[in-house]
């Protein structure tokens, strides 16, 4: 998990460096990000199953689910993180690709005014 969580990091501070990238590095920090967040999203899935089994327990011993809840949370922060990280990784990965279809209509519009 945590070398996907570097990657990811270091990823997204090279996009957002400010330096303009070309259209294939940019391709290759969104394929490289992507896969990335598939390796995270499969240990998201394990963490939140023992994020749901503990709360489970708890609930199923009597205590509110809300109270459940936090109490999890505390219990499992790491599903907090996770959660919180890959929603910014998405957010990056959809500006990446909007930014290469941006480009992708710039170049065509180039190329036919010739």
Not at 51 to 56: D, I, R, S, T
């Amino acid at each position: 998990m945590k070398e996907s969580l570097d990657k990811i990091s270091k990823i997204i501070e090279d996009y957002n460096s400010g330096t303009g990238h070309p259209p294939e590095a940019l391709l290759d920090m969104a394929r490289t990000l992507a896969a990335n967040l598939f390796f995270l999203e499969k240990h998201r899935s394990e963490i939140f199953k023992r994020y749901e089994g503990q709360k489970y327990l708890l609930i199923n011993s009597g205590m509110a689910v809300n109270k459940a809840e936090n109490k999890v949370n505390f219990m499992i922060p790491e599903m907090y993180m996770v959660r919180r990280v890959m929603d910014g990784a998405y957010k990056n990965l959809e500006l990446m690709r909007s930014e290469l279809s941006w480009l992708k209509a710039e170049m065509n519009n180039t190329n036919i005014r010739g």
